[in-house]
C-alpha cells in the first residue's frame, strides 16, 4: 500500500547539518504515522523520531532531542528530518518508515512500511 523512498543522506564534519528526506505513495499518506529509525554498524534498530497524521504530535529519541526536527508535508507526500549539530554517535543508516495504525511510536515492529535506508557519516 505505501512505498516509501529516503534521500538527502551523505558525509559531513561534526557540528554539520543535513536535512533527510522521504517520498511516500499511498492515498491516505495524511492518515499514516511516519518514523525515522537507524541502525549502526553491529547495532539493533533504534528509534530517532516519529510524527503522527496532522494535528498529531512529534516524539524523539532522548539522544537527538534539541538537535533534529522531523516534519511532514501531507500535500506532497513527503516526510523530512533534519539534523542539526551531528556528531560522530549519529552515524548510521536511516530508515522512514509508516503505518495507519501505531501505538508505540518507538517500536520498530509497529511499522509494516520501510524504505531502503540512506547512510549518513558524520566525521570527528
Known amino acids: 500500500q505505501v512505498q516509501l523512498v529516503e534521500s538527502g543522506g551523505g558525509s559531513v564534519q561534526a557540528g554539520g547539518s543535513l536535512r533527510l528526506s522521504c517520498a511516500a505513495s499511498?492515498?491516505?499518506?495524511?492518515?499514516?504515522?511516519m518514523g525515522w529509525f537507524r541502525q549502526a554498524a553491529g547495532k539493533e534498530r533504534e528509534f530517532v523520531a516519529a510524527?503522527?497524521?496532522?494535528?498529531?504530535?512529534?516524539y524523539y529519541a532522548d539522544s537527538v532531542k534539541g538537535r533534529f526536527t522531523i516534519s511532514r508535508d501531507n500535500a506532497k507526500n513527503m516526510v523530512y528530518l533534519q539534523m542539526n549539530s551531528l556528531k560522530p554517535e549519529d552515524t548510521a543508516v536511516y530508515y522512514c518508515?509508516?503505518?495507519?495504525?501505531?501505538?508505540?511510536?518507538?517500536?520498530?515492529?509497529?511499522?509494516?512500511?520501510w524504505g531502503q535506508g540512506t547512510q549518513v557519516t558524520v566525521s570527528s
Open positions: 510524527i503522527r497524521g496532522s494535528g498529531g504530535p512529534t
Open positions: 499511498g492515498r491516505t499518506f495524511s492518515s499514516y504515522v
Open positions: 518508515a509508516a503505518d495507519i495504525r501505531i501505538r508505540v511510536v518507538t517500536s520498530p515492529r509497529e511499522y509494516s512500511y
